[in-house]
């Protein structure tokens, strides 16, 4: 497609205001349809010219996997083999993703390659496809844009952001490392499985001196015990309606995504298998494992879901899991408690407390907790505060039931429920519970 340009369009506006002679003096008549013929030639032998010419090529280098959120870099590569030329480039991006960095002007060379970088941050988990990308060469004679679409089609998935878990990754060998937020919870000599022998210190419990390597060594020695491993965790992320619910550029189902993925990595980091179910409209499930090969099982389940318009069966969801794991596992529920829920997950609650260890991870709208601090200032403000303390009052005497039911529950607000959650676990873990 040819477009003309700005130089095209300055000759034809100043051939327009040139015709007001021609009606002044009409002796310039001649001259100013010379012109015209003229510049319509020039005009014409361009456009040929930038027709006929060979399309430049373009292709496109892009992660295959995108975390949500994060900057990503593209990279487009174009070849030209015609005498140097001005293009602007623009990239068919997805929708749902922002772009910086482009449109851009560059010159292409022939026979160099012309490398143009631009970032891209993804706004939505799920599929998504590029589409071509759009070039507009300059004419020849500078007075048309040639526009080329050059094929490019490309496919990229946006997975929950698992940069959370590689930064902490990063940050220390041990996932309880103090500077990631998670606390670490080693109690000296404590816990099921036995981890190694070592010198006495002191205020270690008599119970943990091993007399037989006492009295070879002939000095105290104590045996230090690690937290049980081989494990079973299953999670149970809930989909529904309520999950939709934003505090930030985030929703509460993409918190819970990100919940789920760190405390999935540090489990398997602690020899445990780890398990997933949905519930809420989607139904996915994974039996619990420990390979390598779990965490990208996980990512692979859950990357395209999207919070529904159903609601949650939480009772139905826990059958599903009875009939399902025989053996007693830690089952970490990822929702946002609300009163109307009561009766259906405590009764959910009690069936998987039968045979398993029930953990109540709830997420809390930011939302509630300013208007909970607000000033009432007015009559509006007021109504406001009084309605943000009484829901939160009912939805702590849910919190209470499940609490009664033998149920551990925390309510953390959205960007602290997965640092909170591995907290529990840990700490679940020290103290051999499960």
């Known amino acids: 497609m040819l477009l003309p340009a700005r130089a095209l369009l300055l000759w034809v506006t100043a051939l327009a205001l040139g015709a007001l002679a021609p009606a002044v003096f009409p002796a310039t008549f001649i001259g100013w349809a010379a012109a015209a013929a003229l510049l319509l030639l020039v005009a014409i032998t361009d456009a040929a010219m930038a027709w006929w010419e060979h399309a430049p090529t373009a292709s496109r280098t892009v992660e295959r996997a995108l975390p949500l959120g994060e900057t990503s870099r593209v990279t487009l590569k174009l070849g030209w083999a015609a005498r140097p030329r001005a293009v602007e480039v623009c990239d068919h991006a997805p929708a749902a993703c922002e772009i910086e960095g482009l449109p851009v ?90 981890e190694q022998l070592r010198e006495y210190r002191e205020g270690d419990s008599p119970r943990q001196i091993d007399w037989r390597a006492t009295s070879r060594i002939g000095r105290l020695i104590s045996r230090e015990y690690q937290d049980e491993r081989d494990q079973r965790i299953v999670l149970m992320v809930d989909a529904g309606r309520r999950m939709g619910a934003r505090d930030g550029a985030l929703s509460h ?61 939480f009772e139905s969801a826990a059958q599903q899991l009875l009939a399902r794991e025989k053996k007693r596992a830690l089952v970490v529920i990822l929702t946002n408690l609300r009163d109307e829920d009561d009766d259906n997950l405590l009764a959910a609650a009690r069936l998987l407390g039968s045979r398993h260890l029930v953990l109540v991870a709830s997420l809390r709208e930011r939302a509630l907790d300013e208007a909970v601090v607000a000033p009432a200032v007015d009559l509006d ?6 309605a943000a303390l009484d829901y939160r009052a009912r939805r702590e005497a849910c919190f209470q039931r499940l609490r009664q039911a033998g149920v551990l529950v925390l309510d953390s607000a959205p960007d602290t429920l997965a640092i909170t959650t591995v907290n529990r676990y840990l700490a679940i873990k020290a103290e051999g519970r499960l």
């Not at 918190?255 to 760190?262: F, G, K, R, Y």
Request: hydrophobic residues 40%.
């Open 105 to 194: 002007t560059t010159r292409l060379s022939a026979a160099q390659v012309t490398h143009i970088t631009y970032r891209l941050r993804p706004t939505a988990r799920g599929d998504h496809a590029f589409g071509p990308i759009a070039l507009r060469v300059r004419s020849p004679l500078g007075l048309w844009q040639c526009q080329h679409r050059v094929p490019a089609e490309s496919r990229v998935r946006v997975y929950p952001n698992f940069a959370v878990y590689s930064r902490h990754a990063l940050l220390a060998a041990d996932a309880r490392s103090n500077a990631s937020g998670v606390l670490k919870r080693r109690r000296r000599g404590q816990g099921l499985d036995f």
């Open 253 to 313: 189902f993409d918190h819970a995504l990100d919940t789920l993925l760190l405390l999935a990595w540090v489990g398997l980091r602690h020899g445990d298998a780890v398990g997933l179910q949905t519930l809420g409209g989607h139904h996915r499930a994974l039996a619990p494992h420990k390979a390598r090969s779990t965490l990208t099982r996980i990512l692979d389940a859950v990357y395209d879901l999207q919070p529904t318009l159903e609601a949650s069966d």
């Open 381 to 386: 403000s007021t109504a406001l505060r009084g």
